[in-house]
């Protein structure tokens, strides 16, 4: 199994320009979610998905969207880009929704700048 | 969710056992006791979860007090593989709480040559 995949690996923008960033995971997840890591912070989830069609938002959604057609895909859209969102992206997955329950399993990250 | 409390950095002699703290004394009785770790520039690894019980795996043993206030990570032959960030997080199984880990700023462990 390749686990959890993201790409790009990095990425730079201009601000106003928007892009997706790829989440794929072949271990036949439920659960799939978006965290970003800023310096010297923990990860903060941005959005998540309990299921295919089935997302929500979590502590810092502003400026994202998510989709979730398929169970293997998660990307993340950044609508118009801000050098706010300048910051290393972590998909992650695992087999239910409860992470109490779950070990969460993480992709390598993309590190994206927004100049 | 419960709040944890970790030191910031910690080091350890390659080969020796790396013992990592954390305290949670606002941990309610429904709340899970896990450990991740993310080594530079990687995404974060599981490593290992409680809820009442010590418990050991391939990676590491967990051990939780009685009154389940504190609890410590064992990394029982640290190497050089080990350095990493260690996140001690108190997931709550109910609510809004149940999609989301909320990671602090965890302990930077060294482990020396």
């Known amino acids: 199994n390749a686990g959890v995949t993201q790409t790009p690996k990095f990425q730079v923008l201009k601000t106003g320009q928007s892009m997706t960033l790829q989440c794929a995971q072949d271990m036949n997840h439920e659960y799939m979610s978006w965290y970003r890591q800023d310096p010297g912070m923990g990860l903060r989830l941005i959005h998540y998905s309990v299921g295919a069609g089935i997302t929500d938002q979590g502590e810092v959604p502003n400026g994202y969207n998510v989709s979730r057609s398929t169970t293997e895909d998660f990307p993340l859209r950044l609508l118009s880009a801000a050098p706010s969102q300048t910051s290393v992206y972590f998909c992650?997955?695992?087999?239910?929704?409860?992470?109490?329950?779950?070990?969460?399993?993480f992709g390598p990250g993309t590190r994206l700048t927004v100049l | 969710d419960a709040k944890t409390t970790q030191p910031t950095s910690m080091d350890c002699a390659e080969g020796r056992a790396a013992n990592l703290p954390c305290n949670h004394s606002?941990?309610?009785?429904?709340?899970?006791v896990y450990w991740y770790r993310q080594i530079h520039s990687q995404g974060p690894q599981y490593i290992i979860h409680g809820l009442k019980n010590n418990e050991t795996n391939e990676m590491a043993s967990l051990i939780i007090t009685e009154d389940r206030k504190s609890s410590t990570l064992i990394l029982p032959h640290a190497t050089l593989r080990d350095t990493a960030v260690y996140y001690c997080i108190v997931s709550l199984n109910s609510g809004g709480s149940n999609y989301k880990l909320t990671f602090g700023k965890g302990t930077l462990l060294t482990v020396n040559p």
């Open positions: 606002t941990i309610s009785g429904n709340e899970y």
């Open positions: 992650a997955s695992s087999y239910g929704p409860y992470v109490a329950y779950n070990e969460q399993f």
